[in-house]
């Protein structure tokens, strides 16, 4: 037999939100000793004048739990209240244990469950819109949310396609439910296309190709990238995906004007 009733959907909202930075910088000059490239060049392509890299041993885990850890403070709760953590990365610090495990552990969020998702650079967005439908379906309370990577772990620093581009560290958010009336978390569009895998991409470490020595000395565990279709695609996706979700809001504003306005009266917002 199945039990139905009626589910309540309640709307989240980001209560805190902290981030933490590894205190190495490396600024464009100081890359501009060692691959064929300039200030001047990343500045202007990028904005990009001095990334954070991470200190020999400091991994994923520690970036986020120390983010974490400013974010409990900032809110004034203890990490034994949370009730889910999930992690955005591609740099987990290994495959398993999770690194969201491994945050739990770090922090002491002894009630939590947690898992990693893996979205690359659009891993933040997918985890939030992930974790706001606990608070939205009622199941959890509080829900946290965590971006991080050491990116320089699978950076080519000979390859000036990519070394400019990525550095190191974390942001978290705590996701809870608003209060009625409050402002939330109102919607989500996600999109993904694993046609263009090939633009950008880390070949080897995983089951296709597994470590081994010739992975090694052919740079396979390095990021590989298409600067120029990622950018087509990204410019593009981005402004297709921001005017559908304007669309969409549009949409459902205007239906509920027209169910909540007095007989007689319109309105063309
Ligand atoms: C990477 C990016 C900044 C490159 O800018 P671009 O104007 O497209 O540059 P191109 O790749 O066309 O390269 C132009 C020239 O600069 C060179 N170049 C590439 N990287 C360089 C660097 N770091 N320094 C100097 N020259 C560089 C190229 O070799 C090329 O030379 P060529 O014309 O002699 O072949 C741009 O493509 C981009 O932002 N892509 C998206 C990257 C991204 O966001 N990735 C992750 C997000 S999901």
Redesign the pocket.
């Known amino acids: 037999m199945c039990y139905f009733r009626r589910l309540d959907i309640l709307r989240t909202k980001i209560t805190a939100a902290a981030h933490y930075l590894p205190e190495r910088r490396v600024t464009n000059l100081e890359l501009q000793k060692t ?4 200030d001047d ?2 500045v202007e ?2 904005g990009i004048r001095e990334r954070r890299v991470a200190a020999k041993g400091q991994a994923t885990s520690d970036l986020a739990a120390e983010a974490v850890k400013l974010l409990l403070q900032k809110r004034g709760i203890d990490a034994s209240e949370i009730d889910l953590i999930i992690v955005g990365t591609v740099t987990p610090d290994m495959f398993f244990p999770s690194t969201a495990c491994l945050v739990q552990h770090k922090i002491g969020a002894k009630k939590a469950w947690g898992f990693d998702l893996s979205g ?2 659009s891993g933040f967005i997918y985890a939030l819109a992930t974790g706001a439908q606990f608070i939205a379906t009622g199941a959890h309370k509080k829900v946290l949310v965590i971006g991080a990577d050491v990116m320089t772990s699978i950076i080519d620093f000979e390859d ?2 990519t070394c ?2 990525f550095g190191d560290g974390a942001g978290a958010v705590l996701l809870e439910p608003a209060e009625p009336g409050e402002v939330g978390i109102m919607d989500s569009l996600l999109r993904s296309d694993g046609s263009g895998g090939e633009y ?1 991409y880390m070949p080897a470490g995983g089951s296709l190709n597994p470590p081994s020595v010739e992975t090694v000395q052919r740079k396979m565990h390095y990021v590989h ?1 298409d ?2 279709n ?2 087509r695609y ?1 410019v593009r996706g981005m402004a297709d995906i921001s005017a559908e979700i304007l669309e969409k809001k549009r949409h459902s504003f205007q239906r509920h004007q027209a169910l909540h306005s007095p007989p007689g009266k319109s309105s063309n917002h």
């Open positions: 691959v064929d490239t300039s060049w990343i392509r990028t690359a650079c000036r396609a400019v581009l950008l990238q600067g120029k990622v950018f990204a």
